[in-house]
């Protein structure tokens, strides 16, 4: 083991200097340990260090994700319930677009967009 000032080079863990604190509950804190190992991870800073930097969908992304899913859900049972479009249209050009809709947000997702489907629509 190196010792200060004895010239050896630091492990990766001593290397590191900067510290990131969470503030949660113990149950919390508990909670997350476990999935990190049952993850596979050696510990939690290892599992929170991999999540961090995954370049994935996030929990407000997801949020976003689900308010869009469900309107749409809800538009196509407006539609199956009145048989019709909005202003009394055929339903089938606002089925294409709701369709193309949800494909597009399926491709944003799949390429990790942290925007997906978040512009006005």
Do not use: F
């Amino acid at each position: 083991m190196a010792h200060a000032g004895d010239g050896e080079r630091r492990s990766e863990r001593r290397r590191r200097t900067v510290t990131v604190s969470l503030r949660m509950s113990v149950e919390d804190k508990r909670a997350l340990e476990t999935r990190a190992v049952e993850s596979g991870y050696p510990n939690l800073s290892a599992w929170a260090l991999d999540r961090l930097w995954q370049d994935g969908v996030g929990a407000r992304e997801r949020r976003v994700i689900y308010g869009l899913l469900g309107r749409h859900g809800a538009r196509l049972s407006a539609l199956l319930r009145n048989g019709r479009g909005r202003g009394g249209c055929d339903p089938r050009s606002e089925i294409r677009q709701l369709a193309a809709d949800v494909l597009e947000l399926q491709s944003h997702v799949m390429r990790g967009q942290a925007d997906a489907g978040e512009e006005n629509r």
